[in-house]
């Protein structure tokens, strides 16, 4: 039935006309998702910490001041591990490496937008829409994460399995959804959790309605609850039923995005605003006979997860570290990407006209393509669409030539120079540093010891832009540091220079 003026057609996409759907649309998906995002750029931000995590595991003798550091959120995460001996057989770079992984997660999340658009809507203008939905990256509010990234993160590429779990999940998958969540749990297991707690709820309530309940009414819970045992008994959540002490959470002050009872009422509003819309869509769509027999346990895994976010409260109130560490507020990330695609079949199908599906369509692509060049040719104009390796500017320079030093070289630089500079010297040159206040600080939420380490350093070495050659010379003798990257002219021996970018011996 071809669309024409009046009602819309009512078969669902052509799985064939799916996959070429998906691979016309996956180059256009991919560039509006990257703009959107400013750019990809290698290096940044938490790359921080997962490219040394990475790096480490190919190479044991790096970073042999700072392993505690890299080891507090490593040893939560396989990540490192998976990716190590794949890249030493393939003898393939990091940056490299990095940014084709950046690929496949934007092309797992347009395949699981395109296969929820098989299962839910009923035209390809609405499985278009939903793309160009997704490459408007925004922030979920207040939980310290964003619908896309400007970088590789493994959370990203988790949360691509976990969509494609969803989607398995509408179109009558039990096994495969179960499967896919636990390959996102190798990559980054707090967000594959929410997942995983979805649709636990969604097999659950789907298996409830049929006229046989099956064994999956009793296993499904026997087996997640022997899951969550293992993991805080035995397992990687070991020792984080404890509290933590009024010292620890000074060092988390600047983080708080981790305490939800602290957040202003309008982020509340956002937050709690998901589930109603996503209730009302549904039940829009069951009164016109559309719903399909999954729907309605999808809509129970996410009314579950607002459940388990609102039970987790007293327990974040009584600063109870796995109650923080696990960031429950990152359900919303889960709860926006539901809420995104019935809102894009309420904006394109709920009228059911063609014209309005064609203008919807239109409008959400022409609303992707002005911001994406916004962002990046106003927002952000000295910044190349993809960047895949270390930009080769001064700071980059000055790094390729610290990666010829001793690797057991300690470092000294601004604490805050990822940040300052796009890349820090653990990632850009391989090698230990007195201290990345950002990133240290934020690990530092794990492990105890490591935040009280962040905020000794961080105070010991005061103001940076202050810094004296006499007082460089102080802080070298006490904590065995070999060099200075600064931009400042001090009266020190100078090892090398680019630009304004100088490193000096400090010993």
């Not at 590789?152 to 989607?167: K, S, V, Y």
């Not at 950002?438 to 832009?465: C, H, N, P, Q, S």
């Amino acid at each position: 039935m071809s669309p024409t003026r009046g009602s819309l057609p009512v078969r669902p996409v052509a799985s064939a006309f799916r996959w070429t759907l998906f691979a016309l649309c996956l180059i256009p998906f991919a560039l509006l998702a990257t703009m959107n995002s400013a750019g990809y750029r290698y290096g940044a931000s938490d790359q921080a910490f997962y490219g040394p995590a990475v790096l480490k595991a190919i190479d044991p003798t790096l970073y042999p001041r700072d392993s505690d550091v890299i080891r507090s959120q490593a040893k939560l995460t396989l990540v490192d591990n998976v990716l190590a001996p794949i890249l030493r057989g393939l003898s393939m770079p990091l940056p490299l490496a990095f940014a084709a992984l950046q690929v496949v997660a934007l092309g797992l999340l347009a395949a699981a937008g395109l296969r929820i658009a098989s299962a839910l809507y009923r035209t390809s203008y609405a499985a278009i829409a939903l793309l160009a939905a997704l490459t408007l990256r925004h922030a979920i509010s207040k939980s310290g994460t964003n619908t896309l990234e400007g970088y590789f993160h493994p959370r990203q590429l988790a949360f691509g399995f976990g969509a494609l779990a969803i989607a398995a999940f509408l179109r009558g998958g039990s096994t495969t959804p179960i499967v896919l969540v636990g390959v996102a749990g190798l990559l980054h297991p707090t967000t594959a959790l929410w997942f995983a707690l979805c649709l636990c709820a969604a097999l659950l309530a789907r298996e409830y309605r049929t006229a046989s309940p099956g064994t999956a009414i009793v296993a499904i819970p026997i087996i997640a609850a022997a899951a969550i045992a293992w993991a805080v008994t035995s397992g990687p959540l070991q020792g984080r039923l404890v509290r933590m002490d009024p010292e620890w959470l000074e060092t988390l002050a600047a983080k708080d995005y981790l305490f939800p009872l602290a957040w202003p009422a309008v982020t509340w509003l956002v937050n709690l605003s998901y589930v109603p819309l996503i209730v009302v869509v549904y039940r829009w769509r069951e009164r016109l006979g559309i719903a399909g027999r999954s729907e309605a346990g999808l809509v129970v895994g996410c009314v579950l997860l607002l459940i388990v976010f609102l039970a987790a409260l007293p327990f974040n109130a009584a600063r109870v570290a796995l109650a923080i560490q696990l960031q429950p507020a990152r359900v919303f990330w889960l709860l926006d990407f539901v809420a995104v695609t019935y809102a894009v079949w309420a904006l394109v199908e709920g009228g059911a006209s063609v014209v309005r599906a064609r203008t919807a369509m239109a409008i959400l692509i022409l609303l992707s393509v002005m911001r994406g060049a916004y962002v990046m040719f106003v927002e952000f104009p000295d910044r190349r669409i993809v960047q895949a390796t270390l930009t080769d500017n001064d700071w980059g320079r000055a790094m390729a030539w610290a990666r010829t030093t001793d690797v057991r070289s300690g470092w000294l630089a601004h604490p805050g120079h990822a940040a300052k500079y796009g890349s820090s010297v653990r990632v850009a040159g391989m090698r230990d540093v007195f201290v990345e206040a950002i990133k240290d600080e934020a690990v530092g939420m794990y492990d105890r010891a490591v935040a009280v380490r962040t905020r000794d350093r961080v105070r010991t070495l005061g103001d940076f832009d202050a810094l004296t050659a006499e007082r460089a010379i102080s802080l070298a003798r006490g904590f065995d540091l070999d060099y200075l990257v600064t931009e400042q002219s001090l009266d020190l021996p100078e090892a090398f220079r680019s630009g304004t970018i100088r490193i000096y011996r400090l010993r």
